[in-house]
C-alpha cells in the first residue's frame, strides 16, 4: 500500500499566524536583549578601564606594557559582541532553534512548541491526518497564548551593566566638564599605548632635560618652572636624590630652586611637584678649561713686517708695540656652545673661538673670555687677558775702538766701528761732524750715510772710516757723532756721544808732538825728584832706626 504526499506547499499545513507572531517576538527580544547586553559589556569594559587609567596616571606614570595589556583585555572583551551574534542571533534564527531555546526555560511549552513545528515541517505526518495536526497546532496556538513567552528570556545582567555604564559615563562626563584634557590624555593612552602621550597632570611644569649636566664637584642649582596654565601650583616640590635625604624647595613665584650637593658620579633624581613626577639624570661634568690661548698679531705697518707672529699668552699679559693689530683665539677643553669676548659674541668652532681684531693702542682695555660649552657648563671664572701697549723704542748708536778725544794728521785716517741696535729694524746709519774753526764766525758742519739697514735687522755692525781729507775737513777741532735712524715716522735721528777729533797739518802735528815731548820730558824730571827725595828720607829713617835700637845690626 502506497502514501501519497501533498506536493502542493499551498496545500501544507502551516503553523497558526498568532504562534508564529509570538516566537518571532521572542526571538527579538533574545536578540536585543544578548546584543545589548554584550554591547553593555564592551561599553562597560571600555569606560571602566579608562577610568583604570586616568587613577592609575593620577599617581604615577602608567607603564607602556601595563596600558598595552588593559587595551588588548578591553580588544579581547569585545569579542563578545560577534560571540553574542553567533550564540544569540545566528544559532536562534528559525522556529525550531527558538522552540529549542524555550524548551531549556520552559520545558513543557518549548517541548509542544517544538512538536508543533515538526508537525508542519514533516509532510509525513499531515498526510495521514491533515485534521488532526491542524487542530493539534490550534490547541497548542490556543494554549501559547495564554503564556508570557518574556519570562522565558535567558537571563542577563542589563541592570547591573546599565547602572555601571551610568556610575561610569557619569564620572567621565565629571571629569570631561572639569578637567576636559584629564579625558582626553587618557584615551590617547589606552587607545594607543605605544604613542609618547604624556599624561596629563594638574602640575603643569615646563619641559626638563632627561638629564642635567652639573659641574664635577659643586654644588649647583636647579630651578624647576610651572607652566602659566598650570592648574594647581604647590607650594613645595620634592627631589628624591640616591642616597641622601629628600630635598624640598619652596615655590618662589612660578619656580622652584633646588640646591644639589656635590656628585662626583652620575646619579638619578626624581622630582615630585604635586601629581607631576619626573626622572632626571644627573650627570657631573668637568667644566671647560682653557687649554691654550695665543694672540696672533700684526705689528705697525710702517715697520714693514708683513708676517703676523703668534704669541702665547696665557700668562695672561699681552704685550706689543703700539699700533700692532690681530686676533687672539683660544681652545677649550669640550666643544663650545657660545663663547663672548667684552660681552659680545664671539664666532665658535668646536673647541675654539677667536675675539674680533684687536688694535692696540695707548691704553687698551682688557680682555675678558667668557665661555659656555655643550653642556652648558661655563668657566668657573672669566679669563682676563691684560693688552700692553710698548713704546716703538729709539735706535741707539756707539762707536768701537774709538777714543772720545784724538788727534789726527789731515792726511791720515782713522777706523772703527759702528754699532746701531734697535727693537724691530735699523734703517740707515751714518756719522756727522761740526768743524769749530777760531776764524771762522760759523761752524762748518757735514755728515755721511755709512750703511743701510732692513725692517728684520735689529743689529748693524758696520766698519767705519774717519778721513779728513777725503771729507774735505781742514785742520781744526772736529766733533764726531753717530747716528741711526729707524721706521717710525717722524722719529728724529738718534746721536752718540760726540768724539773731539783734533786734525793738524803736518807743522801743527810736528809742534803738537814737540810739546808733547816737553811734557813728557817735564814729567820725567819731576819723576827723577821725587825718587831723589824718597831715597834720601830713605836713609834718614835707617839713622834713627840705628840710634833707636844700638843692639840691632
Given at each position: 500500500m502506497s502514501v501519497s504526499y501533498p506536493n502542493d506547499r499551498s496545500?501544507?499545513?502551516e503553523i497558526p499566524h498568532s504562534l508564529r507572531e509570538q516566537l518571532v517576538t521572542f526571538r527579538n527580544r533574545v536578540w536585543t536583549a544578548k546584543i545589548a547586553e554584550s554591547i553593555s559589556i564592551v561599553v562597560v569594559a571600555l569606560a571602566v578601564s579608562l577610568l583604570f587609567v586616568i587613577a592609575l596616571d593620577r599617581f604615577w606614570d602608567t607603564p607602556l606594557l601595563l596600558r598595552l595589556g588593559i587595551l588588548l583585555l578591553v580588544v579581547g572583551i569585545?569579542?563578545?559582541?560577534?560571540?553574542?551574534?553567533?550564540?544569540?542571533?545566528?544559532?536562534?534564527r528559525s522556529l525550531g532553534q527558538i522552540a529549542r531555546l524555550l524548551r531549556v526555560r520552559e520545558p513543557g511549552v518549548g517541548g509542544q512548541l517544538l512538536g508543533v513545528i515538526e508537525l508542519a515541517e514533516c509532510d509525513?505526518?499531515?498526510?495521514?491526518?491533515?485534521?488532526?495536526?491542524?487542530?493539534?497546532?490550534?490547541q497548542v496556538a490556543e494554549m501559547v497564548k495564554q503564556r508570557d513567552l518574556g519570562d522565558a528570556v535567558p537571563a542577563t545582567s542589563l541592570r547591573i551593566l546599565t547602572s555601571v555604564i551610568a556610575v561610569t559615563l557619569l564620572v567621565l562626563a565629571s571629569i570631561a566638564l572639569v578637567a576636559t584634557p584629564v579625558l582626553r590624555s587618557g584615551w590617547d593612552r589606552l587607545m594607543l599605548p605605544w604613542r609618547s602621550t604624556p599624561r596629563f597632570t594638574f602640575v603643569a611644569i615646563e619641559p626638563t632635560a632627561d638629564q642635567?649636566?652639573?659641574?664635577?664637584?659643586e654644588s649647583a642649582k636647579w630651578?624647576?618652572?610651572?607652566?602659566?596654565?598650570s592648574r594647581w601650583r604647590p607650594p613645595t616640590a620634592t627631589l628624591h636624590l640616591d642616597g641622601l635625604p629628600p630635598i624640598t624647595a619652596r615655590r618662589e613665584t612660578n619656580s622652584y630652586v633646588f640646591e644639589l650637593p656635590p656628585r662626583n658620579e652620575v646619579s638619578e633624581m626624581q622630582l615630585q611637584v604635586g601629581d607631576a613626577k619626573q626622572t632626571v639624570l644627573l650627570v657631573p661634568k668637568l667644566r671647560p678649561a682653557l687649554t691654550s690661548i695665543v694672540a696672533e698679531m700684526h705689528l705697525p705697518d710702517y715697520l714693514q713686517r708683513p708676517d703676523s707672529m703668534q704669541m702665547d699668552v696665557r700668562g695672561g699679559m699681552l704685550s706689543v708695540v703700539r699700533g700692532s693689530y690681530g686676533m687672539v683665539?683660544?681652545?677649550?677643553?669640550?666643544?663650545?656652545?657660545?663663547?663672548?669676548?667684552n660681552g659680545v659674541a664671539a664666532e665658535v668652532w668646536n673647541d675654539s673661538f677667536v675675539t674680533p681684531t684687536v688694535t692696540v693702542e695707548s691704553e687698551t682695555p682688557p680682555l675678558q673670555f667668557d665661555w659656555t660649552d655643550e653642556n652648558g657648563l661655563a668657566a668657573l671664572s672669566p679669563f682676563e687677558l691684560s693688552v700692553e701697549a710698548i713704546p716703538d723704542a729709539a735706535?741707539?748708536?756707539?762707536?768701537?775702538?774709538?777714543?772720545?778725544e784724538s788727534v789726527l794728521l789731515e792726511t791720515d785716517q782713522v777706523n772703527f766701528q759702528l754699532l746701531a741696535l734697535d727693537d724691530f729694524g735699523i734703517k740707515r746709519v751714518g756719522l756727522q761732524w761740526n768743524q769749530y774753526e777760531d776764524t771762522a764766525s760759523e761752524n762748518s758742519q757735514g755728515e755721511k750715510v755709512l750703511a743701510s739697514g732692513d725692517a728684520h735687522q735689529s743689529s748693524l755692525l758696520v766698519d767705519a772710516v774717519f778721513s779728513p781729507q777725503s771729507l774735505g775737513i781742514e785742520s781744526g777741532s772736529v766733533e764726531l757723532?753717530?747716528?741711526?735712524?729707524?721706521?717710525?715716522?717722524?722719529r728724529e735721528r738718534q746721536f752718540s756721544t760726540p768724539y773731539t777729533i783734533y786734525v793738524l797739518t803736518a807743522a801743527q802735528h810736528a809742534q803738537w808732538i814737540a810739546n808733547q815731548m816737553e811734557k813728557w820730558h817735564g814729567a820725567s824730571l819731576d819723576v827723577r825728584e821725587r825718587e831723589r827725595g824718597l831715597h834720601e828720607r830713605n836713609k834718614q829713617l835707617r839713622a834713627m832706626q840705628q840710634d833707636a835700637f844700638p843692639a840691632i845690626k
Open positions: 496545500s501544507r499545513l569585545t569579542f563578545v559582541v560577534p560571540y553574542a551574534l553567533y550564540r544569540w542571533v545566528w544559532k536562534c509525513r505526518e499531515q498526510s495521514r491526518s491533515p485534521a488532526l495536526c491542524q487542530a493539534a497546532m490550534v642635567i649636566i652639573v659641574p664635577h664637584g630651578q624647576v618652572s610651572l607652566k602659566p596654565e683665539s683660544a681652545t677649550t677643553s669640550s666643544p663650545l656652545r657660545m663663547a663672548s669676548v735706535p741707539t748708536v756707539a762707536a768701537q775702538n774709538l777714543a772720545r757723532r753717530l747716528w741711526a735712524e729707524d721706521y717710525l715716522p717722524g
